[in-house]
């Protein structure tokens, strides 16, 4: 029996998006591919822009600016990893930024070069925003409903055998939990404490960060320790008066980087009080003028309607099969690119073939039953693990590899080489020790 070509569509131009639309065509699938703006690249397409609204104290605004992209930003990860297997992003095959860590604007190059190669451009609808995806249940089985609302406020209404969801998870602010002094521990944790709601200094979040210039002279507290806290606050440094970096990793201690002399690590904030002192857990105190919150960003999934079978508890999108297939709606619904920490654009690649190759049935998934069975096990192994909700799709050591392998042995690709988790974990080391030349070493 020849393998099986159906109609998909794919919510969103980045890198997610263009690689499945990529193992999509080669399957011989039809394929539509939404794209709100007007460009392919995601997030890496910046964008001076920041949203009017910053949503730190709880108002439910519109995001009006989709990309969190700062001028500054470098790769966290080599270009040997930054590439497709197939389609490498090699120092000899530069567009303009031979940095083994380049900027953003090489790797948006890279992936219009991407497109042109594969001959996607034709299958993209650009400025066109995706409004509601739903399922409908027909004479032929379930089918997938896309309304869309293109320039100038045109509708449409199209009809597909499956949806593929690219749409990126950089773009909806995660708010930050800091307790308030009049608050009982029972409460600690709430959302938009008083606190944080009557400091009366200047608040943002990491998606509305751009450029330095705007805090000169500025103390400016960061909150997070991730990617984005830690670029952010050396960029912040060549103009700030200090920069005071809270993390609430049990590690931290309060201590100046050596080589920034105004760069100050901290536990946790406790407190933001109405005078402008805000209060680490290791006792020190300063007084700021602005709070950067680092914090991260949501998944968010608001055109999705799915009855409640697929929901989101804290960052958990799910249930899904391997962060992709959610059982009750598979194989017509799938996810690519929901897991962190890991070699991401090959991760990419390596879930749209396993989804193409589902579509066209040339390899077959668990029954419904065995996939709720294996997502089950999973969240049993994180609560022995003690890991938080919030992490359920993150890939840690050495979880990220066995990761990819299984899917490359689902797909008849190879398992990832040997060199290329030699090189993610050497540099994921140095960035865990705060090495800040390890972008140039």
């Not at 004479?139 to 593929?164: M, Q, T």
């Not at 536990?267 to 991260?296: E, I, R, W």
């Amino acid at each position: 029996m020849g393998s099986v070509k159906v109609a998909v569509a794919v919510i969103g131009a980045g890198a997610a998006g263009l690689m499945a639309a990529r193992e999509l065509k080669r399957e011989g699938h039809g394929v539509r591919v939404f794209e709100k703006s007007g460009k392919v690249g995601g997030i890496w397409v910046y964008d001076h822009r920041v949203d009017s609204d910053d949503p730190i104290l709880g108002e439910e605004i519109q995001l009006q600016v989709h990309n969190s992209m700062y001028l500054s930003l470098r790769t966290n990860l080599p270009r040997p990893l930054m590439g497709f297997s197939d389609f490498p992003l090699t120092e000899e095959s530069h567009y303009g930024d031979p940095r083994m860590f380049p900027g953003h604007r090489e790797v948006l190059s890279f992936l219009n070069h991407f497109v042109a190669e594969y001959g996607l451009l034709d299958l993209i609808r650009f400025n066109t925003e995706v409004v509601l995806v739903e399922s409908i249940l027909t004479e032929n089985g379930r089918r997938w409903v896309v309304d869309a609302v293109a320039s100038g406020g045109i509708y449409s209404k199209d009809v597909f055998d499956a949806v593929v969801i690219c749409n990126g998870h950089v773009t909806v602010p995660r708010l930050p939990h800091i307790p308030g002094p009049v608050l009982p521990p029972s409460r600690f944790h709430y959302l938009l404490l008083t606190s944080l709601e009557k400091w009366p200094g200047k608040q943002t979040h990491s998606h509305n960060y751009r450029v330095p210039e705007p805090f000169k002279d500025e103390v400016v507290v960061i909150l997070g320790n991730g990617a984005s806290a830690y670029d952010i606050s050396r960029d912040i440094a060549k103009v700030a008066k200090e920069v005071h970096l809270s993390s609430r990793s049990p590690l931290a201690k309060l201590s100046r980087l050596n080589a920034y002399p105004n760069i100050w690590l901290h536990s946790g904030v406790v407190c933001a009080n109405g005078d402008g002192k805000v209060t680490f857990q290791d006792g020190s105190a300063v007084h700021a003028d602005t709070m950067l919150h680092c914090t991260g960003y949501n998944y968010d999934h608001s055109f999705l309607k799915t009855n409640g079978i697929i929901t989101i508890d804290d960052n958990r999108v799910g249930p899904l099969y391997k962060h992709v297939f959610p059982p009750d709606l598979s194989p017509g619904l799938s996810f690519v690119g929901l897991p962190h920490k890991t070699i991401l654009f090959l991760m990419m690649e390596l879930q749209s073939r396993w989804i193409a190759q589902v579509l066209s049935s040339k390899v077959s998934l668990p029954s419904k039953e065995n996939m709720i069975a294996d997502i089950d096990c999973y969240f049993r192994q994180m609560e022995e693990l003690k890991r938080p909700i919030h992490q359920t799709h993150f890939l840690f050591n050495p979880e990220e590899f066995g990761y990819l392998d299984w899917i490359a042995q689902q797909v008849g690709s190879p398992p990832v080489e040997k060199w290329k988790k030699e090189m993610y974990r050497k540099v994921i080391k140095q960035i865990e020790c705060h090495d800040d030349e390890f972008r140039d070493d």
